[in-house]
């Protein structure tokens, strides 16, 4: 099986010194494209939005002197005619941007006639519809080279969850069966945000299929200023990328369908955990709160009300009422003792 295409480099271009010393440091490894962001999507004001235009002319160093190929993000059409002046060679659409059907629009429009490779991101909510629409906002704006990106989602979740992102992974399933011969790269610094488990993440990518990594990588990645639990050093890349080549794929049984099912399943299976996590979260501060305002853990007419309230929801979902109602009760059990817990001095 051939190895996985390697896209790798920084999160953000920082200073010209840092990406020409992380670029040289790649040297030896087979990487595909060097990547940089210039023009950060910042989910909060204030965190760094990139250096913008002026990388530009960094990133055609890395390019003279290391010979790799090198691409960044564009999110405006102004990005997309910096890019096509500064000779860079590829382009991603970040999380944010495909989220935005008339922000792809708008770039697909501006790289009519100059038809760069693309990678695309998956959108931030499990929403496969519009990831496909990008998808196909690029291919009728001519563009033929196009990749996508898997890097999981934002959900309600993720603040309780051992991964930044979610990986939803039937998400990535559904897009390969609307797409069969899309290139399908896995993401792992952004669904892991964290540098230990980069690896193992990889590990699974290939094992499940996907055609190629696009991994964070910085010189010194304890300084960098946007995502820096995320980045590895060029060496520890270098590791991880022979380790990999004796990675094997997964044989699909000839029940494919059956994996996928559960697949999907065990999403769910963690999904309704890490809920009942969160749940429980809540509880722990309701019982701080009794505490403090000196009102009794047990307040029964309270429990009616949410076994009320759950059978009438089970009704409508079509849920076995019974079934529900024994749920609750040994939620509403464990919700007290995580309530007594929490006022214990
Ligand atoms: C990135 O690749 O640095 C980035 C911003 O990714 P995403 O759009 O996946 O959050
Ligand atoms: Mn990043």
């Known amino acids: ?18 990406l020409l010393a992380t670029a040289n440091s790649l040297r030896g490894i087979p990487i595909t494209y060097f990547r940089a962001g210039l023009w950060k999507p910042r989910t909060r004001p204030g965190a760094f939005q990139g250096v913008g235009t002026e990388g530009i002319q960094w990133l055609a160093s890395v390019k003279k002197e290391s010979g790799l190929r090198v691409m960044t993000e564009v999110s405006l059409p102004r990005h997309v005619e910096e890019v096509l002046k500064g000779g860079i060679e590829a382009v991603w659409l970040g999380a944010r941007t495909v989220s935005d059907p008339f922000a792809v629009q708008d770039i697909a429009d501006a790289l009519k006639g100059n038809p760069l490779p693309v990678f695309i991101k998956n959108p931030i909510s499990p929403d496969t519809q519009l990831w496909l629409g990008a998808i196909e906002r690029l291919q009728e704006a001519g563009i033929t080279d196009i990749t996508a990106v898997f890097r999981g989602f934002s959900t309600l979740h993720t603040a309780k969850s051992f991964h930044r992102n979610t990986p939803y992974w039937s998400v990535a399933y559904e897009l390969k069966s609307f797409l069969p011969s899309l290139p399908l790269f896995c993401d792992p610094s952004h669904i892991t945000g964290r540098r230990d488990e980069i690896e193992p993440m990889c590990r699974t990518a290939i094992e499940m299929g996907f055609d190629g990594l696009m991994i964070e990588c910085h010189i010194a990645p304890n300084e960098a200023k946007s995502d820096a639990a995320q980045q590895i050093t060029p060496d520890t890349l270098r590791g991880i990328v022979e380790r990999l080549a004796s990675c094997q794929r997964l044989e699909r049984s000839q029940h494919a369908q059956l994996e996928s099912f559960r697949t999907i399943l065990s999403e769910i299976d963690e999904t309704l955990l890490m809920v009942l996590a969160r749940r429980m979260e809540v509880a722990r501060s309701i019982g701080q709160y009794k505490q403090e305002h000196l009102i009794p853990i047990l307040q029964t007419d309270q ?14 979902l079509g849920l076995d009422e019974a079934f529900v109602r024994r749920l609750f009760s040994a939620i509403h059990e464990l919700s007290i003792s995580v309530q007594t817990e929490a006022i214990k001095p």
């Open 303 to 316: 429990f009616s009300t949410v076994l009320r309230e759950s059978e009438e929801r089970a009704r409508r």
């Open 1 to 18: 099986m051939a190895p996985p295409a390697i896209v790798a480099g920084p999160c953000s271009a920082e200073s010209e010194e840092q």
